[in-house]
């Protein structure tokens, strides 16, 4: 009998042993007895790719800027710095060292993991302090702006539109304005 990879039953959740499977995609849990069928990713079962350094052999040849024992293989497209094979990387479509790649992480835009999302603030700020009125005096301002702040940066990475901006600018105009007009009428009850 072929032997699969050690995966769980899909009922009993116990971990198959080899003689589970009938060939590598189908077989019976010997626990629980239910048949099942194995689709697995590529990924799953494929070796891993190891990259293995070059020595040096002779002494005229370029070494590795971080590891003086490796040949130099390529060399880093922001420094210049001569790499092995296991210093090179490509990030952001660049072959860089891993200097670079810790300066690029933190000011480059294609890079950057997460970002400030000034719309979902600014809606927030616009409409959850309705429950307490009052405090749209405060919030509705401060939502207006985190609306300007916002509108010019980049937003969210996973390409969101302005609308929310949209709305919550409305919003806090519309209680900016109700707060102008109840203040103006009470001022002019006292004259």
Not at 103 to 132: C, E, H, N, W
């Amino acid at each position: 009998m072929t032997s699969g990879p050690a995966l769980p039953c899909p009922k009993c959740k116990r971990v198959l042993d080899p003689l589970s499977w009938r060939d590598a995609q189908f077989g019976q849990c010997r626990a629980c007895g239910v048949d099942f069928e194995f689709i697995g990713f590529p990924a799953l079962t494929a070796a891993r790719a190891r990259v293995v350094p070059k020595a040096v052999l002779v002494a005229e040849h370029a070494t590795c800027f971080y590891h003086a024992e490796n040949q130099a293989e390529a060399v880093c497209e922001s420094c210049g710095r001569f790499l092995c094979s296991v210093c090179s990387v490509e990030f952001t479509g660049r072959l860089l060292c891993p200097g670079c790649i810790a300066a690029v992480k933190s000011t480059d835009v294609q890079a950057i993991d997460r970002r400030t999302l000034y719309d979902g603030i600014a809606f927030a700020l616009a409409f959850f302090p309705m429950l307490v009125w009052p405090l749209t005096l405060v919030t509705a301002p401060t939502a207006l702006g985190f609306v300007i702040t916002g509108w010019r940066k980049p937003r969210s990475l996973v390409h969101r539109g302005r609308m929310k901006l949209i709305v919550a600018g409305l919003f806090a105009l519309a209680q900016i304005t109700g707060w102008v007009f109840l203040l103006l009428s009470l001022w002019l009850r006292k004259k």
